[in-house]
């Protein structure tokens, strides 16, 4: 009787230990400006949300075997959304183009929540000062039949990961 217990008790630890896991499938996407904040927008990838920290190397005089490498600035990657191309265009898309095709650059906030459910945010980033720098769709090929997809890359002045709003 102790033995299937003891069996038992590692299944119910592991099974704890993947509920703390977030999943990556369900999130939203925000642009916000002084003239509009657009609904959130589908994407289906949403990759480059990290920040590196810059150094500098500084070399103490007659001392060959190191450098000091001392902090200069935070940079974060550039951001890049994918999703199907849709045929009709929406307010983000117009922005998109009117920086990259007629370098009129008005810089954003865009907010990136990553939630549980439809009701409950587990991480939010927020990319200030974003602009977009690439507007692109794959290859088209007669020989496959696959989904177009619309790629944007924003750069931005910085990248900030914030406790979200949670409902109870």
Same mark, same amino acid.
């Given at each position: ?16 230990? /993947? ?22 927008? @589908? ?18 005089? @007659?001392?060959?075997? /190191?450098? /000091? ?9 550039? *951001? ?23 370098? *009129? ?5 865009? *907010? ?14 927020? +990319?200030?000062?974003? /602009? ?15 989904? +177009? *997809? ?19």
């Amino acid at each position: 009787m102790a033995e299937a217990k003891k069996n038992k008790e590692p299944i119910a630890v592991e099974a704890k230990r /993947y509920n703390s896991f977030i999943p990556t499938f369900f999130f939203k996407v925000f642009f916000v400006t002084d003239d509009f904040v657009a609904d959130p927008i @589908g994407f289906s990838e949403v990759s480059g949300l990290s920040v590196e920290l810059q150094t500098e190397e500084l070399f103490e005089g @007659g001392g060959n075997t /190191y450098a /000091y490498r001392l902090p200069k600035q935070a940079k974060p990657k550039n *951001i890049v959304l994918k999703r199907a191309l849709n045929p009709a265009d929406n307010n983000v898309i117009d922005w998109a183009k009117n920086c990259v095709e007629k370098f *009129i650059i008005r810089p954003l906030t865009v *907010i990136i929540t990553l939630a549980s459910d439809s009701e409950n945010q587990l991480k939010t980033w927020n +990319v200030m000062g974003a /602009y977009a720098v690439k507007l692109s769709t794959t290859d088209f090929s007669a020989n496959k039949s696959e989904v +177009v *997809i619309q790629t944007l890359e924003l750069t931005c002045q910085s990248l900030t990961e914030v406790k979200p709003d949670r409902k109870k």
